[in-house]
């Protein structure tokens, strides 16, 4: 009798691989987190406020939509992080120049340098992965992540692309 299988079946693609990438994901952002939320309970913040500053640093006069967009929150919750982001200096908030009614926002100074320190010790993690791995790794790396995010949000990177990846594929 004919052997059948069911197609091809990488390694890389059985229980206790695709367990193993759980496991790392889960500690990879535990130690990811760490040190920004040493930092953020400073200020009595949680990573939801993490999340704001970045964005908002990342994306000046972005809007409180774009922003809800992204974090996919409830305009609740965001409310209440923003408020107090706003109420205690880090982060302004001015009606839009077409449409009054938009609210945009933008890091303060203070928002600034929190937003520098909180990412400081990330950067440097990333960098130093990226150094060990290796240039195919970190392009496949990059590849794996952007398939973990669901296809709408997975064109940003491709439309926003950064200027090496464009270069390097020309």
Known sequence: MADIKSGPNPLYLREAELRQAMEL???????????????????????????VIYFVGRFPAITVSE?????????????????????EGFVTQRPGTQDRRQRLLTLTDKGRALERELS???????????R????????????????????EDRRR????APPLRLAARR
């Open 25 to 51: 994901l889960f500690f990879g952002y535990r130690d990811f987190t760490a040190e920004p939320d040493k930092i953020l309970a400073r200020y009595g913040f949680g990573r939801a406020h993490h999340r």
């Open 67 to 87: 922003l809800l967009d992204i974090l996919r929150i409830t305009k609740q919750s965001l409310s209440r992080v923003l408020s107090q982001l706003i109420r």
């Open 120 to 130: 400081e010790e990330q950067r440097a993690r990333i960098a130093r992965a990226y």
């Open 132 to 151: 060990q791995a290796g240039a195919e790794a970190v392009e496949g790396f990059r590849t794996v992540l952007t398939n973990l995010i669901n296809e």
């Open 157 to 160: 990177f491709v439309e926003e």
